[in-house]
């Protein structure tokens, strides 16, 4: 049983550390945010923020094996560029029509921002 366990810890280990992987999940980030802006109903605001929230604790622990501020500050910018374009991508798709979903894209995208400009400033990179 020993031995299982030490290929499964192989296998979860490898696909922590691989750049497609983390390329699939930026990706997932960004269709959920397209969904939560597209959709914006109280079933897709509540399912997308769990399901971004998850995704994030991840790129979080993620970032947290890699100490470099270069490498974190890069993973939080691929962040909000998938946030923002997300949440761009919704609200296009929608046609501007729902005023709610506007002012959650516009919100968002400017707290990523100010969070992006404020850890750059933290890292002084």
């Known amino acids: 049983m020993s031995s299982l366990d030490g290929l499964i810890e192989m296998v979860v280990n490898k696909l922590l550390y691989s750049r497609k992987f983390l390329g699939l999940i930026l990706f997932i980030l960004y269709i959920v945010f397209t969904y939560i802006t597209w959709s914006f109903s109280q079933e897709s605001i509540i399912y997308g923020t769990l399901t971004a929230l998850i995704i994030l604790l991840y790129l979080a622990y993620y970032a947290h094996l890699h100490r470099s501020a270069k490498e974190v500050l890069a993973l939080t910018t691929f962040i909000s560029i998938a946030v923002i374009l997300g ?31 404020l850890l750059s400033k933290l890292y002084k990179i």
């Open 87 to 117: 949440s761009l991508t919704g609200t296009l798709i929608n046609g501007f029509t729902n005023i709610g979903a506007l002012m959650y894209a516009l919100t968002l995208s400017l707290a990523i921002s100010i969070q992006t400009v």
